[in-house]
């Protein structure tokens, strides 16, 4: 049964818009030096940083023809619902409130407060507070209207893709060259450095939950996705090519802050002022496509009956999930004041990979079993692209059970632990409905 959608008022760019406001956030900030420690050569960090966008690019090129399969609100939860039946559907659902999605927006939150302390200063109370506010205040953005979150969402992007272009003029522009370095590589590094890559490009799934609201989705879906992702990668070499320039692979990786050591080389005491103003800008808009896209998977999981009735609310005046974007702002600032997101962030990492490969498997198993579905768009390179992308995404997983069991394990359980409350929850639908 088809799910109703809401009004489709995003257009292609609002849509690549959202993509590049979820995954641009402190990422590429924080993340290269941690890359560079892992492998300490030039044209190897830059080789690790294009195949990490190639390998998302994968991803989204399936979930691409996915979304023109089957554009509905909901996006991965749909895709896995057809795929694989209504309880992997609602192990996702489950998994993105309570967890993944909800800790990341807290831990995004949290991030904006200590950046933003960097320029302005701010009491104890004030640093306390402010990712709360950040979050009441986008998540009202959000309940009144899906037109003005996009709106303001192309305003962050466009202001932190501009500090990322000055960062990378500054570069260029100063004439500053660090010495060539050599350095052996071992493959465990790459591991390590890959891992850490991935998480910088992490988010780019966000854009098929508000699938359904967007125009045209057979062709603008797989058209933001491809653009946003390519906007991105771009961007990422760019930047990190900027940091080897100057900084060299032995600067960056002595540099837990990157990119303010690269700007107050090139861009005098000015720059370290720049890079803050970029990273508040980049996670503003980053908690804002959060906020925006997360609440479209409870929506359409409550109008399958799998979730609580309320988060299948339409607001009549604003035509959005109203109900679904106030429980997820809500929950994040709740996680926020419990201080408890770090945790929950660890723990649902190695789950949020399991989905992603099992929803680029959905490809694979809903060309087999549905062979004559409208497709308007149909990936590259499969079948290869989506089993290299599956094998990776195993690859992950493995790894992270090797090298933190605890919290990769834990991940594991909270997924184990949706199965036995699926059932309870099926039953208790069935009893309301049926009698």
Known sequence: MGLPDLPRKLGWFDAASIVVGIVIGSGIFMVPGSIA??????AMILAVWILGG???MCGG?????LGAMMPSTGGQYVYLREAYGPMWAFLYGWTLFL????????????????????LVPLTPVASRWTPVVLIAVLTALNYTGVRQAAAAQNLFN???????????GGALASGQTAPPES????????????ISCLFAYEGWSGVSFVAGEVRDPERNVPRALALGLGAVIALYVLVNYAYLRVLGAGGMAGADRAGALLAERTLGPAGGKLVSLTIVLAIAGSVSSGLMAGPRVYFAQALDGSFFRWFGRIHPRFQTPSFSIAAQGAWAALLCLTGSFGALISYSMVAAWVFYGMTVAAVIVLRARRPDAPRP?????YPATPVLFCLASLALVINSLIATP?????????????IPLYYLWRRIHCRIHYG
């Open 37 to 42: 420690r892992s492998v300490a050569s030039a």
């Open 54 to 56: 190639v390998f998302s």
């Open 61 to 65: 090129l399936a979930y691409a023809e």
């Open 99 to 118: 967890v993944y999605w909800s800790g990341g927006i807290a831990a995004m939150a949290t991030g904006f407060a200590l950046y933003l302390g960097s």
């Open 158 to 168: 466009a202001l932190k893709v501009i500090g990322l272009l000055a960062l990378i």
């Open 183 to 194: 350095s052996a590589v071992s493959w465990s590094g790459v591991g390590l450095a890959a």
């Open 377 to 381: 768009y149909r990936m590259a390179g």
């Open 406 to 418: 605890g919290p990769a394990l834990a991940g594991l359980g909270l997924i184990a632990g949706g």
